[in-house]
């Protein structure tokens, strides 16, 4: 070995033991607050940006780095103080790379992401063109197609070792008559030394380069998708607004409080950035979001079937299928129908999701994606409900999905099914004809609100009924003929005992302030049914 090929070889061995301590470093910081701290106050930023600084030459290393980076810069100001102009001029190297294999890809993914978590140390005079650059990256990165990828490389990774297997019969076909098979050596022990075959797989290191490059394509997709909902994200109501809620004054008109407004859900308008807004819909980030809502396709599946190392793909490109349909939610609640394709577009978006559902005869099975599409039809429904558009799905397809999603283990599930009903409930409530099928929903939202062993479930069950029978002639016809008072009312003292008892051992502060709204909404509207019950049977 030259001088050379052994400092190579060093040098190799050096940055694979790096690799590994900086997949420690991102895993103990993935998990542990703690380790975070350390991680600020012991100089590790300029130890890894070292590391990913070379990522020209070892771009596996650099993605290591750049998995860390994105997990300690996530909710952390006392890790934004020690980056410098250098450390962001790193960054931004390695997310302007023109290199555009698919590890480059997802390490450029990887660096939008963490500079979105810098955003706020970057100078306004930068933000949009950052921001910019980040969601050109997250597009690029969408507009691959996942599923022709696999295929693609899997025929790649065919024709690798088929054309390997070839050269191994040619190298046995030229030297075959000097060569002596293994179980001929008992035969002629003394007569000269045997050489085994020599196959060339045997000489070169064993790869499974398609399937790695592969998986770094469905990574950054998924990536991409996680990033666009964190974009998307806005801050939780202010505590300010909690007490306004809490405090408001009571009436004895049901619905001068608002109570559709006190559910803890939008309680303040969510809102992008003009810079953010203009970004998403110049790179048709929205259009390639929807396409990407699709169930995976179905032949670059059956070859990942067939194949044990190439199976675990099945499972990411289902991942990337609920992701997707997560940023929908964020995408339908934030931006402007007009900016999302108008009605028309809405109702399509309806009519795909109601395929994707009701294609599965099975979905309640499927918890994650139940789970997705529940969310993004819920946001759905809300946004063309609060424009006066025409809803889409049936009450009875809803009804479908609300018995099915009522069963799961899932919390948020049943919580998205209840909140689904609650919209649909309440369009429903302004049209004539709709008794029997208020009625139907009524007893639905009455038997979780009672039964649910969760009061995160109950609570938003009772919050729908409340917008159900808020209003209308058809809802108050309706919540007499179901008994709906004198349910509340034997139930209203047993949810005050719940939330006692319960309340702070079990639920988050959030969700305890909305509980208590909740709470009081309750008593308001059991005052209103009155008011409505002695209207009808006087």
């Known amino acids: 070995m030259s001088p050379q090929e052994k400092k190579d070889q060093n040098r190799n061995s050096i940055e694979n033991i790096a690799n590994e301590a900086v997949n420690v470093l991102w895993n103990i910081c993935e998990c542990s607050s703690r380790a975070v701290s350390i991680f600020n106050k012991e100089g590790c930023l300029e130890i890894v940006l070292k590391y990913l600084s070379r990522f020209s030459t070892n771009v596996d290393l650099a993605i290591s780095v750049a998995y860390c980076l994105q997990t300690v810069t996530e909710d952390n100001p006392e890790l934004l103080k020690s980056f410098s102009a250098p450390a962001l001029h790193v960054l931004e190297s390695a997310m302007l790379s023109p290199v555009n294999s698919m590890e480059y890809i997802l390490l450029k993914t990887l660096v939008a992401g963490t500079i979105w978590n810098l955003k706020d140390i970057i100078p306004s005079k930068s933000q ?210 007009d900016h999302l394709g108008g009605p028309a577009a809405l109702q399509t978006l309806a009519q795909h999701l109601s395929q994707l559902l009701f294609s599965q ?93 969760s009061l995160v479930v109950a609570g938003e069950a009772l919050d729908a009924l409340f917008d159900v029978f808020a209003d209308g002639k058809e809802a108050e016809r309706a919540s007499v003929q179901i008994k709906l008072l004198s349910a509340l009312k034997e139930f209203q003292p047993v949810f005050k005992m719940k939330l006692r008892k319960e309340g702070r051992a079990k639920y988050s502060p959030d969700q305890l302030c909305v509980l208590d709204n909740v709470k009081m909404n309750l008593r308001r509207f059991v005052a209103y049914q009155e008011t409505v019950e002695k209207k009808l049977t006087t």
């Open 128 to 337: 949009a063109e950052i921001i910019n650059a980040i969601l050109k990256i997250l597009s690029e990165v969408l507009e691959m197609d996942a599923g022709e990828t696999v295929l693609q490389m899997k025929e790649a990774e065919t024709q690798r070792i088929k054309t390997a297997a070839e050269t191994e019969d040619t190298l046995q076909n030229v030297n075959g008559d000097d060569l002596i098979e293994d179980d001929e050596m008992e035969e002629i022990p003394h007569r000269r030394k045997v050489r085994r075959k020599a196959f060339i797989s045997d000489l070169l290191p064993p790869t499974d380069k398609e399937l790695r490059e592969t998986i770094a394509l469905l990574t950054a997709q998924q990536t991409a998708l996680e990033i666009i909902v964190n974009v998307c994200c806005s801050e939780d109501p202010t505590d300010d607004e909690w007490e306004e809620l809490s405090s408001s004054d009571e009436s004895d008109s049901f619905m001068e409080n608002s109570l559709s407004e006190c559910s803890g859900q939008l309680l303040s308008p969510l809102c992008l950035s003009h810079e953010v807004h203009t970004a998403l819909t110049n790179y048709l980030i929205p259009k390639k979001i929807f396409e990407k809502t699709a169930f995976p396709n179905s032949t670059a599946v059956d070859v990942c079937s067939r194949n044990p190392s190439w199976k675990p793909l099945i499972r990411k490109m289902s991942i990337i299928q609920c992701r997707a349909l997560v940023c929908l939610q964020s995408l339908v609640s934030l931006l402007d129908v």
């Open 361 to 453: 005869p099975d979905f309640a099975k499927h918890v994650d994606f139940l789970e997705a599409i529940s969310s993004a039809l819920r946001a759905l429904l809300q946004t063309v409900a609060s424009k006066n558009i025409p809803q889409c799905m049936t009450p009875d397809q809803l009804l479908t999905l609300c018995r099915a999603g009522i069963h799961s283990s899932n919390v948020g599930v049943r919580v998205n099914v209840v909140s689904i009903l609650g919209i649909t409930g309440s369009v429903l409530a302004k049209e004539d004809g709709t008794l029997d099928t208020l009625k139907t929903i009524g007893c639905f939202l009455l038997e979780v609100a009672t039964k649910d062993p």
